[in-house]
């Protein structure tokens, strides 16, 4: 009966599976008279408020839609004046219930600019009211008399009796204005052929094997096989103590990362839970395993800015304690660890809490860095943040991280990489691709460090996978991406796992490994009339065979990134 019902379930899961996105209109407005050429049909004001159609507003489409689009019809310049707000979640509505299928992610675009009776930033969102439950369809804070993007996305796994969306956020008394509102089934996919070609362009780079000790006569009968045994583009994953005595977790790590990052071990909660209590051995345990396997690793987290995980005993502290407690913790740390962790992530979401900045003063901060680097001067010390890709947190959007990394530098911190958690929901590449450019402009290295995606259906995971891993990939300034770990269980979020608890590889686990093997390169031929052999492969290492008659020689060597191509002398 148990095991009748599974099987009914997995055919359930499959079909549903490969039937949720067909028939889906991919581009198509869900939002009724969007354009406003009829008024305000198909709008009501949620709540009190008053709506009425100007002109004005932009023709052109904010970029992130654009980018999904493709081409496209501009915008009419109406917008909808909403006066009158009385509360901050006032404002035009509609009701698209009907319009929404499951499993389809949307993507959502407007432009949103205040009226009168602003004085100061203000929060704008566009609100999905999934039965009584809010969905954030993006955020952005508006602050002077222009018009801003707003973006951001959303996907509805279970069925509504009713969605209603509308956008928000303004302070009571301050008037809105929201121009072309799109709400569309985006194509991630459409996207994967020319986020490849970007990748090939900054991934790989073009080899000459030169060829020695081999007569003229022989160049087109020596065949040469090339095999790249591994990309070294850094792709690591969260790992625990815990996880560590299962043999298969072991298995799938060192075979399929090549960087890891501990999940609570080097936190100081965990290695100091009470003062002058000291437990270092998880980590150790940890990094032993690492070093044996030559697999790299991030130092997650030296300290971490938000007031809920600081432990007890330092709450209690007093400043001076406090300041003391935070060199001892540095000390304690950097000098036991020198040399042994890459990166170190410094003061974890700083965007998001302020507990040392509260207590010790503005310049713990910068501290913090300029102490860690002194005693480690091999790390790179991160900054690592959350929803700064998803276009869904106005505090840590990349306007504000640029803004705190700037303030960070000022004050003389070692910034060496920016850290994006990557815990994202429904992402949309033109989106994340949008965050990773405006980052782009401080010129550090940026890596994903927390990468997780979640969805009930595994095949729309190993799309939510496939759309952050290809986006990565493609970007120039991305130089290493980690999961928040693989298997499940031991998972910080639901449904986002790679390999269930049997160990049994599941779709996105699959997509995943598809997408390692894509960035693997293999080439086989014969030596040219100039005694050489020319391919382009991903930087990375390889073994290249090289058979005449019964002769054989093989060769291995590092492709390293580099601008002219690699020349590399085999002698026969
Ligand atoms: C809207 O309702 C509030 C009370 O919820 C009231 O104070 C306000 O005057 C109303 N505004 C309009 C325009 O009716
Ligand atoms: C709504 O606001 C406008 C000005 O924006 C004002 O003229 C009008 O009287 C207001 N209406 C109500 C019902 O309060
Ligand atoms: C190349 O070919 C010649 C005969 O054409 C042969 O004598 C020689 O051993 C070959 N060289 C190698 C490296 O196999
Ligand atoms: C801080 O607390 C310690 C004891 O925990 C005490 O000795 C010290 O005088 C206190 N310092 C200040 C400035 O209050």
């Not at 290695?271 to 032993?288: C, H, M, R, S, V």
């Not at 003063?361 to 680097?373: E, L, S």
Request: hydrophobic share 35%; aromatic share 10%.
């Amino acid at each position: 009966m148990v095991l009748s019902r599974m099987i009914h379930t997995n055919i359930l899961r499959t079909l549903i599976a490969s039937c949720f996105l067909q028939g889906v209109a991919f581009g198509v407005n869900v939002i009724e008279n969007s354009n406003l050429a009829d008024g305000t049909n198909g709008w009501y004001p949620l709540g009190n408020c008053t709506l009425s159609v100007k002109t004005g507003s932009p023709h052109i489409m904010p970029p992130m839609a654009r980018d999904s689009l493709g081409p496209h019809e501009l915008l009419s310049g109406r917008y909808i004046l909403v006066t009158n707000r009385t509360q901050t979640w006032m404002g035009p509505a509609q009701t698209i219930t009907d319009k929404l299928k499951l499993f389809v992610t949307y993507q959502v675009s407007a432009w949103v600019r205040l009226g009168s009776g602003s004085s100061g930033p203000q929060n704008v969102n566009v609100a999905l009211g999934v039965d009584n439950q809010w969905v954030n369809g993006g955020q952005t804070e508006v602050s002077d008399q222009r018009w801003h993007e707003i973006g951001g996305s959303f996907r509805i796994e279970k069925q509504p009796s009713k969605v209603m969306v509308y956008v928000q956020g303004p302070a009571s008394g301050v008037d809105l204005m929201v121009a072309g509102l799109q709400i569309f089934p985006v194509d991630r996919h459409a996207r994967f052929k020319y986020l490849k070609s970007q990748t090939d362009k900054i991934r790989k780079r073009d080899v000459t094997l030169k060829f020695s000790g081999l007569d003229a006569s022989n160049y087109s009968k020596t065949s040469v096989q090339v095999r790249q045994i591994q990309n070294n583009f850094p792709v690591g994953t969260c790992i625990s103590r815990m996880n560590i005595d299962n043999e298969d977790f072991v298995d799938f790590f060192v075979k399929h990362f090549n960087w890891a990052v501990f999940g609570n071990e080097l936190k100081w909660y965990w290695t100091e839970p009470q003062q002058g209590n000291f437990n270092y051995k998880d980590a150790d345990d940890l990094l032993n395993l690492c070093q044996k396997n030559k697999i790299e690793t991030r130092g997650h987290c030296i300290f971490w800015e938000v007031d809920g995980t600081v432990q007890q005993w330092i709450k209690a502290l007093n400043k001076t304690d406090l300041m003391a407690a935070v060199q001892n913790r540095l000390n304690g740390l950097l000098t036991r660890y020198k040399g042994k962790f890459n990166h170190y992530d410094v003061n974890n979401e700083m965007l998001h809490g302020s507990f040392y900045q509260d207590r010790l003063g503005k310049d713990i901060r910068a501290n913090m860095f300029k102490t860690a680097n002194q005693l480690d001067p091999a790390a790179t010390l991160f900054v690592n943040d959350y929803h700064v890709e998803d276009g869904c947190d106005t505090r840590s959007c990349p306007e504000k991280y640029i803004e705190h990394i700037l303030d960070l530098q000022e004050q003389g911190s070692p910034v060496g990489g920016i850290g994006i958690q990557g815990h994202i929901d429904s992402p949309v590449g033109p989106i994340v691709c949008s965050s990773l450019d405006k980052l782009g402009i401080l010129g550090l290295p940026i890596w994903f460090t927390e990468l997780d995606v979640s969805s009930t259906n595994e095949y729309v995971r190993a799309d939510d996978l496939e759309v952050m891993l290809r986006e990565a990939m493609a970007h120039p300034a991305v130089e290493g991406l980690m999961l928040w770990g693989f298997w499940e269980l031991f998972m910080s979020r639901d449904n986002s796992h790679l390999v269930n608890a049997e160990g049994e590889i599941n779709e996105a686990g699959k997509r995943f490994l598809a997408l390692k093997q894509e960035w693997l390169s293999h080439s086989h031929g014969n030596v040219d009339q100039q005694g050489q052999y020319n391919f382009r492969g991903f930087h990375g290492t390889y073994k290249v065979d090289i058979v005449i008659d019964t002769k054989k020689v093989s060769k291995t060597f590092v492709l390293d990134k580099g601008d002219s191509p690699m020349v590399v002398s085999i002698d026969f």
